[in-house]
């Protein structure tokens, strides 16, 4: 059974708009523990597919792909691209362009409603 703090990640990240991105810290902040980016990291690693997770939306602090496999770095960059998203060579994403911004997890539940 997932802690609160993963349901709350998997939500999160379910939720990143297509042609967004989120950086892992910003999605433990929101989830409610700040200092948690590296199990953000590690739920997205074990939980992409089983939760049928947008995993390629979410970025480093840097704005930069962060895996290290060139393989899986340039699969992320293509399904980012896909999303018009531009990514220079250096496999950076300008955050002023294209980070989500989310100010609180309640946003969520609100546009829902809204909808």
Known sequence: MPTEFTKKVLMLI???????????GRIAKLAGNPKAARQVSWILHSSSKKYNLPWHRVINSRGEISIKSVESKELQKRLLENEMIEINSE????LNKYHWDLQS??????NKKGR
């Open 14 to 24: 379910k939720n990143i708009p297509k042609g967004k991105v989120s950086t892992y």
């Open 91 to 94: 496999f950076k994403i300008d």
């Open 105 to 110: 997890i309640e946003e969520i539940n609100t």
